[in-house]
């Protein structure tokens, strides 16, 4: 059987890797000349399995109204006059109540624990350990107001009670285990370590892993653009595609996975699928590292601002933000100042800023942050997509556990996979 991965970012190359493990014909389109070149290209890098905790909690409202008109607020809302942006809105302040929230939450720790162990089982089995300057050296939550900290040991608590280990750190705690958190320690109100978190260049990690499937079979058509997906009465009948030099032609397989990121509700929207996707724009530098002793090795989130920080090899990217302004892709050069900013009064002299690299990509973001996984209405048709702020730490859960319906094989996750349209 010929399965067709549409999207070779994180999440597509995953899946494409899933898919040939058990035993199918793959082939992989993508309109870039290589794998993970859109949002995957250069994400925050974290594995974070400890931030089950979507954007849409009980807080964030408020958090917004505070944040209103600030122009370095970590969440801004860009109004348009566009329907599915005020849908996507309304559907997140629902998620934001505090059931649903707690629901989201469990739901995404089962998929990113599950996830994580599935990582660690794929580089192994793809030998590519290597080559995305992965580190195991945890994640140090950061919080800076004595407000945000007091809540700290209760979320400890719901993490281990989702299976995550954590504990909660006092600003000289939170020094030893990351010393290039001297300076800002004075201000810190103290952190919460979670040393089972992971990092590394999602980018990296994608084409890593598409070369080893290239080498193993799998028919990647870069450079081709899918204009549509065909269907003959309720099933897909072919994918309509051009190349770089703008001839036409219709790809076909048994069975269609979609994985095109924010792009995927455009493209299934003719066939009456209606995917609670949008895209939310998010910011990251990548600079070289000036002074590898004030450079952290632990990954870092600052909570307060929204902000994480991962050591990448001799580089470090710090990023953050998140903009809901439709798919203008501009790169707001604004936004980036604040990030270096942030490096520059929190970890002075740690990165050479004058080479730093600016990157804007599209979070393809769910009102919950739960990917959408499972079947399409559409014979033939499956989704393994919208990973929102999460897209690297659960891509191999979620192609696992969409081969694992496409090959009708019982998943292990507690998972709300979609069953049919
Ligand atoms: C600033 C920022 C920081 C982040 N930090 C983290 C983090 O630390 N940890 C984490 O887990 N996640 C993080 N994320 C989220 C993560 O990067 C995304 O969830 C993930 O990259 C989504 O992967 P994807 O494969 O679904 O989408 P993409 O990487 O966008 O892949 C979709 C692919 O589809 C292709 N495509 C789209 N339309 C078409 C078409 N018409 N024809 C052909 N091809 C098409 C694109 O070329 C692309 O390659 C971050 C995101 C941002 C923006």
Request: neutral net charge; glycine residues 10%.
């Amino acid at each position: 059987m010929h399965v067709m991965v549409l999207g070779a970012g994180i999440t597509g190359v995953t899946t494409a890797w899933y898919l040939r493990q058990a035993g199918f014909d793959v082939s992989v389109i993508d309109r870039q000349a290589e794998a993970g070149q859109e949002t995957s290209f250069a994400n925050g890098g974290q594995i974070s399995v400890s931030h089950p905790e979507p954007w849409a909690n009980p807080s964030t409202p408020f958090l917004a109204l505070r944040w209103l008109g600030r122009h370095d607020a970590p969440l801004r809302f860009r109004p348009q006059a566009s329907l599915s942006q005020w849908r996507w809105a309304l559907s997140f302040l629902h998620e934001c109540l505090p059931w649903r929230a707690l629901h989201n939450t469990e739901a995404i720790a089962a998929l990113a624990v599950h996830s994580q162990r599935e990582l660690q089982r794929v580089r192994v089995a793809a030998g590519i350990e290597d080559a995305y300057d992965a580190r195991q050296q945890g994640i140090l939550h950061l919080f800076f107001g004595a407000t945000e900290f007091r809540h700290v040991p209760a979320r400890a608590g719901l993490l281990r009670r989702l299976g995550i280990e954590t504990t909660v750190c006092t600003p000289a705690e939170c020094v030893a285990i990351e010393p290039a958190l001297a300076t800002m320690a004075p201000t810190l109100a103290g952190g919460l370590h979670a040393p089972g978190d992971e990092t590394g260049d999602a980018m990296h990690f994608t084409r890593a892993l598409a070369a080893v499937l290239a080498r193993d079979g799998v028919r990647f058509h870069y450079g081709t653009t899918i204009e549509r997906i065909a269907l003959a009465g309720t099933s897909v009948d072919g994918i309509e595609v051009r190349d770089s030099h703008g001839r036409k032609g219709t790809l076909t397989a048994d069975a269609y996975v979609v994985c095109l990121g924010s792009f995927s509700p455009l493209m299934v929207r003719p066939l009456g699928e209606r995917l609670p996707i949008y895209p939310v724009k998010g910011y990251s530098i990548t600079a070289p590292v000036a002074d590898p002793a004030r450079a952290p090795q632990v990954s870092l989130t600052d909570e307060s601002r929204r902000i994480v920080c991962s050591r990448l090899g001799d580089r470090l990217r710090i990023a953050g933000t998140a903009e809901l302004n439709g798919y203008n892709q501009n790169i707001d050069p604004a936004r980036g100042r604040g990030i270096l900013e942030w490096a520059e009064k929190h970890l002075p002299g740690a990165i050479d800023p004058a080479q730093a690299q600016l990157w804007a990509g599209l979070r393809p973001a769910t009102p919950s942050n739960l990917p959408i996984i499972g079947k399409s209405r559409c014979g033939k048709l499956w989704f393994n997509t919208g990973h929102g702020t999460l897209g690297w730490t659960l891509a191999c859960g979620s192609a696992d556990l969409v081969t694992g319906m496409i090959e009708g094989r019982q998943t292990v996750v507690q998972f709300p996979v979609r069953e049919a349209g």
